[in-house]
T-cell receptor, first 115, second 112 residues
Framework: KAGVTQTPRYLIKTRGQQVTLSCSPI?????VSWYQQTPGQGLQFLFE???????NKGNFPGRFSGRQFSNSRSEMNVSTLELGDSALYLC??????????????FGPGTRLLVL | KQEVTQIPAALSVPEGENLVLNCSFT??????LQWFRQDPGKGLTSLLL?????REQTSGRLNASLDKSSGRSTLYIAASQPGDSATYLC???????????FGPGTSLSVIP
């Protein structure tokens, strides 16, 4: 079956703009998590959605938000972009996260460059 | 607060050598530990997942062990190949609906 897909794959924005990234999980998966990866901070958890509800949130400012739709597709939004938001944003899906036996499956990521 | 570290940060070995990557975590109250592989500029590929009740998992040339009480996991790669060159990350999940904490990764280079 198809893997996790993320769109767009690459994005260039300028400071102050906002951006929306999209993630389509593996069919049947209801949990979607988002991560930010930078050379300096490594992989950091942003938030997780399960059945359209945000179930957990990492330590990121309110400029980072997300949502999940009834078909489990998820979007994350970053408002008022800063240079430090330049990163690879990864999405992962699983049947059940953090409490189940399910492996996380990662998408290829969206590389965001803020100028 | 859970912290995950990985040693070494980088490793270069000749092809055919067996090698061990290490992962340590500070809070032993984990639900599972997962090893991932990441190729440059790409997403993560899950290699092995070990539940807290398990001691090890094997897949092909890979073997991962978990010692929850000491807060350690190792990833053993047998007969390394150039195609194994990548960054290897370990990640732990907490005992509730907790976020997944990743280690910084070990960059592996297998020289032909």
């Amino acid at each position: 079956k198809a893997g996790v897909t993320q769109t767009p794959r690459y994005l260039i924005k300028t400071r102050g703009q906002q951006v929306t990234l999209s993630c389509s999980p593996i069919s049947g998966h209801r949990s979607v998590s988002w991560y930010q990866q930078t050379p300096g901070q490594g992989l950091q958890f942003l938030f997780e959605y399960f059945s359209e509800t945000q179930r957990n949130k990492g330590n990121f400012p309110g400029r980072f938000s997300g949502r999940q739709f009834s078909n489990s597709r998820s979007e994350m939004n970053v408002s008022t972009l800063e240079l430090g938001d330049s990163a690879l944003y990864l999405c992962a899906s699983s049947l059940f996260l953090a409490g189940g036996e399910e492996t996380q499956y990662f998408g290829p990521g969206t590389r965001l460059l803020v100028l | 607060k859970q912290e995950v570290t990985q040693i070494p940060a980088a490793l270069s070995v000749p092809e055919g050598e067996n090698l061990v990557l290490n992962c340590s975590f500070t809070d032993s109250a984990i639900y599972n530990l997962q090893w991932f592989r990441q190729d440059p500029g790409k997403g993560l590929t899950s290699l092995l997942l070990i539940q807290s009740s398990q001691r090890e998992q094997t897949s092909g040339r890979l073997n991962a062990s978990l010692d929850k009480s000491s807060g350690r996991s190792t990833l053993y790669i047998a007969a390394s190949q150039p195609g194994d060159s990548a960054t290897y990350l370990c990640a732990v999940s907490g005992t509730s609906y907790d976020k997944v904490i990743f280690g910084p990764g070990t960059s592996l280079s297998v020289i032909p």
